[in-house]
């Protein structure tokens, strides 16, 4: 049974969790389940959590896409790493309706790969090149399409 100290100490440290960064309803439930409080606790330290604002999955979700994005990754690592923090896969569409625009993926990829371009260019066989940018723009998250006009601008250029 659980006594109105363990309901305040789940609070507490969600509270703490939450004031260094930002967390997904699915994380912080993963992550005060992994410090011991039964689901109880746990269910209410969220839903309090939600009704003071403290979370918003909606919020968090906008705010790692952006991250990620920054980051210079695509759209495929970000669609991956928005599900392991427990994102809705309707969120996440309707975040990628909102933001998604594939010329700015594109223009992402060519940024990224300009930085990777001095170890590209130490090596001399061109279809080895080209498989290379393919490997770390698809690591990357890059689309195969986003990918394949990089190499088709490569293939002018060079």
């Given amino acids: ?8 100490n789940a609070i507490n440290t ?15 439930e993963q992550k005060l389940a992994l410090k011991g409080f039964n689901k109880d606790c746990i269910r209410f330290a969220i839903s309090e959590c939600k009704r003071l604002d403290y979370i918003n999955d909606h919020q968090t979700a906008c705010h790692y896409y952006q991250e990620l994005k920054s980051k210079g990754y695509g759209c ?12 809705s896969q309707e969120q996440i569409d309707n975040i ?3 933001y998604y625009n594939e010329s700015e993926e594109l223009e992402t990829a060519r940024k ?20 290379k940018i393919y490997r770390f723009l698809s690591y990357r998250g ?14 002018k250029n060079y």
């Fill in 112 to 131: 990224v790969l300009k930085k990777k371009e001095p170890g590209l260019n130490r090596e001399k066989d061109s279809r080895k090149k080209k498989e």
């Fill in 76 to 87: 495929v690592k970000i669609r991956l790493d928005m599900k392991k923090k427990g994102i």
């Fill in 14 to 28: 969600a509270v703490r969790m939450l004031s260094r960064r930002r967390h997904t309803s699915y994380e912080l």
């Fill in 96 to 98: 990628f309706l909102k």
């Fill in 1 to 8: 049974m659980e006594s109105d100290k363990d309901y305040k």
């Fill in 142 to 155: 890059f689309t195969g399409i986003i990918i394949s006009k990089l190499i088709h601008d490569f293939d």
